[in-house]
């Protein structure tokens, strides 16, 4: 039974991806990172023994610290970072049994360089649908909480990610692109690392949605509806973002968590009492 102030793999896992999810911090030693350059999911790298300096923006935020086996190192940054106020626990058995309870964990050579600010920064073109939300959603959930987007004209996207040192995605001749049948969200699913049952019955989802086949998964022409919708509502491409962040969590607590449930009226219970 983990102490009161360490959370399980399991526990962290049902939080990852949804906007409860804790701060995560990889307090690992550079040896012991380069053994294993893996990331638990949205993590974000810090020396343990300059932890203390993040923990002005760290005040409202629950935190969990973990390093390779989630004793000395880990125990003494969040004790360090309590003691300014944070909530912070401990991953009991640190990346050592995240990795071996085989749960996904996001190759640090697939993360694009991230800026001064410690963000990563993408863009794509504007006016985004269905792949150019997805995306932006998987990003923030599971790669980096604080990725910045930009949106820009179609001809000026590759520009743009030159001079703005960004990302391009979802455009023609990129690493970040469609694949064959698939699109930009299913290779970004396969390059993190991210192939859960959850988000590989969502890729199905966003694939039919953004390909117009529909005959994949049920649950595409309504995805495509809630897209086309806030791209009606919003003429702030950030603004929509925000907004199908949103949609996505919603899609993505019914793939986790929701799929085998069913809704109708009038109730069975309603029925056999009729009857």
């Not at 086309?228 to 899609?251: E, K, N, P």
Request: charge should be negative; proline fraction near 6%.
């Amino acid at each position: 039974m983990p102490s009161p102030v360490q959370i399980t793999c399991s526990q962290l896992f049902r939080l990852v991806g949804t906007p409860a999810a804790p701060v995560l911090l990889d307090v690992r030693i550079d040896e012991d990172f380069a053994a294993d350059p893996f990331l638990l999911p949205a993590a974000i790298r810090h020396p343990f023994d300059s932890i203390e300096a993040l923990a002005g923006q760290l005040q409202s935020s629950r935190v969990v610290v973990y390093c390779q086996k989630g004793l000395k190192i880990s125990e003494g940054a969040a004790a360090v970072l309590r003691c300014r106020g944070i909530n912070a626990e401990v991953l009991e058995g640190g990346q050592f049994a995240w990795r071996d309870a085989a749960l996904p964990m996001v190759p640090a050579s697939s993360l694009p360089e991230t800026h001064s600010s410690g963000q990563s920064v993408w863009v794509t073109r504007l006016r985004p649908k269905v792949d150019r939300i997805a995306c932006p959603w998987l990003i923030r959930r599971f790669v980096d909480p604080n990725a910045r987007f930009l949106f820009v004209s179609a001809p000026t996207v590759a520009a743009v990610a030159e001079k703005f040192n960004a990302t391009p995605f979802d455009i023609d001749n990129v690493f970040w692109s469609h694949r064959g049948d698939q699109c930009t969200f299913d290779t970004m699913v396969t390059e993190f690392g991210l192939s859960t049952v959850a988000l590989e019955r969502l890729a199905l989802i966003v694939r039919g949605a953004d390909t117009d086949q529909h005959s994949l998964a049920p649950e595409s022409a309504g995805l495509l509806a809630a897209c086309l919708g806030l791209s009606r509502m919003y003429t702030d491409d950030l603004q929509q973002l925000d907004a199908g962040i949103a949609v996505f969590d919603a899609f993505y607590r019914w793939a986790r968590d929701a799929v085998d449930e069913k809704h109708n009226w009038p109730s069975a219970t309603k029925r056999s009492k009729d009857q």
